[in-house]
């Protein structure tokens, strides 16, 4: 069983940034591809980013690409997730996830391939 604690959301300005982190139990983290998704109040979930377990291959949808970055210290256990130029639109809890990965070097982009899920991170830009 995989634990994952995310932290540093918070509230921001619009064009601000803020960094989230990702810390996992898994002695074996480097197995793991990780994601990053979020829901604001009312959506459904939705797909952030994605890194393969060795950090080589990394993916995003077009409304975060150029603003966001994830990236993963495998030595620490821990993903991140960069967040500048932020918008109101990016209000959400932010949840990382993760997938037990051993076969290839890639990432899945849809929540349900995740196996495991953080407690999620409040994550609110002010206009």
């Known amino acids: 069983q995989v634990q994952l604690v995310e932290s540093g959301g918070g509230l921001v300005q619009a064009g601000g940034s803020l960094r989230l982190s990702c810390a996992a139990s898994e002695r074996t983290f480097s197995t793991y591809a990780m994601g990053w998704f979020r829901q604001a109040p009312g959506k459904e979930r939705e797909f952030v980013a994605a890194i393969s377990r060795s950090g080589g291959n990394t993916y995003y949808p077009d409304s975060v690409k150029g603003r966001f970055t994830i990236s993963r210290d495998n030595a620490k256990n821990t993903v991140y997730l960069q967040m500048n130029s932020l918008k109101p639109a990016d209000t959400a809890v932010y949840y990382c996830?993760?997938?037990?990965?051993?076969?290839?070097?890639?990432?899945?982009?849809?929540?349900?391939?995740?196996?495991?899920w953080g407690q999620g991170a409040q994550v609110t830009v002010s206009s």
């Open positions: 996830a993760a997938r037990r990965t051993l076969l290839s070097d890639t990432a899945r982009t849809e929540a349900d391939d995740y196996d495991y």
